[in-house]
Structures are given as C-alpha cells and as structure tokens.
T-cell receptor
C-alpha cells in the first residue's frame, strides 16, 4: 500500500475559522486528490493535482483551495469553514496512472 | 443525475451465503475500480477492470465488466464476517486524464452470523 498520511485525523473547529488539512505521501506519486465523503452523496472530488504547482478543481471545489509545493505534500484549505463542510476528507494518490487510486485513512472534520 | 449507480444501497446477508453488488454507468467506462472500506477507515483497492467482458477474482470475490463496458458486478461467494464493510465502485471516464475517479454511493454490507 502507498504510504499516505493525513493530518490531523480528527478536528473540531468553529464556523468562520480557517482550516488546513495535510496529505503527505512517501511513494513519489505524481497525482494527488482530495475527496469528501458524506452520507447520501458518497465520495466527491474537491480538487486534484497532476504535478507540483499543477492543480485543478473537482466537482465540489467551492469554499476550498489547495496547494502543492512539493511532490509529497498536498494541502487542502478551508478559508472560512462552514457547517456544510463537516465531512470526512480523504486524500488519494496515484503513480501508475491517474485512475488507480490509493487512499489515506481520512480526516473527520466537524464545523460547529 | 448520478453518472454511476450502485445497488443495492445496503445488504444484510447470512454468513456463508453468496451475494452480488452491481454498478451501472450512464456512459461507457474507460476503467472500473472496486474498493472496500471498513467503517472509519480509508478505501482499500480490490480490483481493476478495463476490457469489455473482463473478469477477475481475488480469494472469494469476483468482479466482472460487461461487454459494453457500462456495468460491473461484484460477487462474493460463501460470505464471511471479514467481508463486512462498504463496497464502492469507481469509474474512470477520461482514459488517462488526471481527474481521478467518479464513485458510486457505496453498498453497505452486513454479514449476520
């Protein structure tokens, strides 16, 4: 399995505060992804990266930004957290091709 | 509308019984990926199908992709408690594009002893 570490694993924050989630990989994979998982919606793509400093929006990108300054790190930022962003966030990576994804263990984010 | 539909949404099966989970796409797939998720954990890759008519097996789990590459099924034979979890199918549509997979909503599988 790919070495993918997400931090923090759990976070509780208040509405309006900025939040940054980190994904760190040790596999030198080119592609990295942020998904959110919600009951009734399944997994939905937020943003993705196809190389250092190369990122693009996914299906549910509003309210989120990302940065990738190094191959191994992909950061997801909620500039001003809202209750609708309470979710489980998963980072995924791929090296052999953009479709065979390996997932981190997830971050449970609660926005009160 | 959802591009990828999974059925059933949930499934309760007695231990030892067989079961099937379906995944249907509204358009032709480039690739179809099956994942398993244990509650509170990340997704574990199970199998990848890319050719029409392809079938793959791993232990007691078999996955098939139809000839038209729009439907896949996951079949578990003689289910065990270790099979419990959420099964998700992921579809690749772009044939090499960087935008990852589109996922179904998942099937919650419960195995009753």
């Amino acid at each position: 399995d790919a070495g993918i570490t997400q931090s923090p694993r759990h976070k509780v924050t208040e509405t309006g505060t900025p939040v940054t989630l980190r994904c760190h990989q040790t596999e030198n994979h080119r592609y990295m992804y942020w998904y959110r998982q919600d009951p009734g919606h399944g997994l939905r793509l937020i943003h993705y990266s196809y190389g250092v400093k190369d990122t693009d929006k996914g299906e549910v990108s509003d309210g989120y930004s990302v940065s990738r300054s190094k191959t191994e790190d992909f950061l997801l930022t909620l500039e001003s957290a809202t209750s609708s962003q309470t979710s489980v966030y998963f980072c995924a990576t791929s090296g052999t091709g953009p479709e065979k994804l390996f997932f981190g263990s997830g971050t449970q984010l609660s926005v009160l | 509308s959802q591009e990828l539909e999974q059925s059933p949404q949930s499934l309760i099966v007695q231990e030892g019984k067989n079961l099937t989970i379906n995944c249907t796409s509204s358009k032709t797939l480039y690739g179809l990926y099956w994942y398993k998720q244990k509650y509170g954990e990340g997704l574990i890759f199970l199998m990848m199908l890319q050719k029409g008519g392809e079938e793959k097996s791993h232990e007691k789990i078999t996955a098939k992709l139809d000839e038209k590459k729009q439907q896949s099924s996951l079949h578990i034979t003689a289910s065990q408690p270790s099979h419990a979890g959420i099964y998700l199918c992921g579809a690749g549509y772009s044939g090499g594009g960087a935008d990852g997979l589109t996922f179904g909503k998942g099937t919650h599988l419960i195995i009753q002893p």
